[in-house]
């Protein structure tokens, strides 16, 4: 269906994967495939992309050894594995989170803005990440708390455009969560449970 003809407000997620996934979904119409391993494509690639920018923040922290260290440990994150091949957006949320992260050390502010504009268009947690920052800043990079905030603040104004949407989406959600009681359960596994649900998706292709 036509981007427009989508009701957003039935979820409780920004638009931006979802765009990204029309037309991925397009283009496997052109190339003769919607098979699942061409739809989690994105996903696998953005999972990979944040093992290359943790590995390169790691090496500016200290050396190219811790780089590769904590690049393996996420590798080897059941949570990110996980999650960097589901159809969904989460993989997407680390790599900005990461990059968010990447270019504020650097002080590289005008990128960080970017950034902060894809996060937040992506999922509504990178709000929780912005915060981390921010106290951050405070500590280490004092003279810095105005600059970061003002492009904080740059890079989510084009959210108040999708602000109608995202009222509407709160809505939504208090409605699941009173029809259905158990769903925060459901949708919340827990981080015990990944390693299995890892070994069930690779094995069975499905939970």
Do not use: C
């Amino acid at each position: 269906r036509p981007l427009t003809h989508i009701n957003f407000a039935a979820d409780f997620q920004p638009p931006l994967y979802y765009a990204l996934a029309h037309y991925w979904m397009q283009l496997g119409e052109l190339l003769g495939t919607q098979a699942e391993w061409f739809l989690r494509l994105p996903s696998v690639t953005f999972g990979m992309a944040a093992l290359y920018v943790i590995y390169i923040f790691g090496k500016r922290l200290k050396d190219e050894r811790f780089g590769l260290l904590v690049s393996l440990m996420l590798a080897t994150s059941p949570m990110h594995v996980y999650f960097s091949h589901e159809f969904r957006m989460y993989s997407l949320l680390v790599l900005t989170a990461l990059l968010s992260w990447y270019f504020v050390y650097q002080q590289q502010w005008k990128l960080y803005a970017l950034i902060a504009t894809i996060g937040i268009f992506t999922h509504y947690f990178v709000t929780l990440n912005i915060v981390a920052l921010l106290i951050y800043v405070t500590i280490f990079k004092r003279n810095a708390v105005y600059t970061y905030t003002t492009h904080t603040i740059a890079g989510l104004t084009p959210f108040v455009f999708w602000m109608p949407v995202f009222v509407q989406q709160l809505e939504t959600a208090r409605q699941l969560v009173e029809t259905w009681p158990g769903w925060q359960a459901v949708s919340n596994p827990g981080f015990v449970r990944f390693p299995g649900l890892v070994m069930a998706k690779f094995g069975l292709r499905m939970i």
